[in-house]
């Protein structure tokens, strides 16, 4: 079948569960390889893409731009977890959306833990990894002590928003990562998925990265990071199945796993005020002027003359 992700122009936002037009409840999942729930913000154009076998993944095309465009569909996706993916899934991201490249931000530790996923053996697939986080080893106390250290560390880079302070701690841990993701979407022809394991830290800062340096206004950016909030229960439900993450995730309520839409403005903010933009910090940390263009090439619907 041809991919037309349904994609929706919201008037206003809704909270999770209450009535949208005609009555339907905006945020529930609907048919796997469709485009399904549709609730970002005013203005903003979102294509969800339901699974079986994920359940926060989006199509990152139809975004405005600052130039007055677009972004193109079936270029960049986003994703939680790809362990579970079904062959119905695997049919429609290859056969009709044009996958072609994984962008995987996960942890040399969750790589292993995990184990293979389904796209690995599919031919045509590219795989690449950019683990955007230091590797802390197997050690327990060694481990404990690392996380207890980098808390500090996240609070002491941006103390009103911690979260905020974590992810500008990818790019400082990690520079030669974070601008690899980016050179691996810009790079390869067909769609992009970048992923981690929720589709939510890790994968919002490398996506918000790349929308903005092909253009995307900064509120669609938000509203596109906090949109995964829709699907915070979902994601850990998925999630706590896993040994891997379930025992992490346990000790928290959901709320506390939210995206929250000020984290990401704030982390907007500080790019432009510590580094002077998003474009100056990857060309500062490695990229190339020709690989910025051709990442916004490759997102960007070109204007008509």
């Not at 062959?87 to 996958?99: A, E, F, K, Q, T």
Request: aromatic share 4%.
């Amino acid at each position: 079948m041809p991919y037309f992700p349904v994609i929706a122009l919201i008037g206003k936002s809704r909270r999770p569960g209450e009535q949208g037009a005609a009555g339907k409840r905006p945020d529930k999942p609907g048919k796997p390889g469709s485009a399904g729930p549709r609730r970002v913000c005013k203005g903003v154009l979102m294509a969800w893409i339901d699974l079986e076998g994920a359940v926060n993944v989006r199509d990152l095309g139809g975004l405005p731009t600052d130039d007055g465009g677009a972004t193109v569909t079936g270029r960049l996706l986003r994703a939680d977890n790809l362990q579970e993916l079904s062959p119905s899934d695997i049919r429609h991201l290859i056969g009709d959306i044009g996958l072609r490249t994984v962008v995987d931000l996960r942890s040399a530790a969750e790589l292993a833990s995990e184990g293979p996923a389904p796209l690995d053996a599919v031919p045509g697939v590219r795989h690449v990894h950019h683990p955007v986080i230091p590797e802390l080893g197997s050690a327990t106390d060694a481990v404990a002590e690392a996380l207890l250290l980098k808390q500090d560390r996240d609070r002491s880079r941006f103390p009103s928003d911690p979260t905020c302070g974590h992810y500008l701690g990818y790019l400082e841990d990690r520079p030669d990562q974070v601008v690899g993701a980016l050179r691996s979407i810009a790079r390869y022809d067909g769609a992009a998925v970048v992923h981690c394991a929720a589709g939510k830290d890790r994968t919002g800062v490398v996506v918000a990265l790349a929308l903005t340096a092909a253009g995307v206004l900064p509120e669609t950016v938000v509203a596109d990071y906090a949109a995964t909030g829709e699907r915070t229960e979902a994601i850990l439900n998925r999630l706590c199945r896993s040994p891997t993450y379930a025992r992490d995730l346990d000790s928290l309520p959901a709320e506390a796993h939210r995206a929250r839409p000020e984290t990401m403005a704030a982390f907007l903010q500080q790019m432009e005020s510590r580094y002077g933009g998003v474009s100056s910090w990857l060309t500062e940390h490695g990229l190339r002027a020709e690989e910025l263009d051709l990442l916004r090439a490759k997102l960007r619907r070109p204007i008509p003359a």
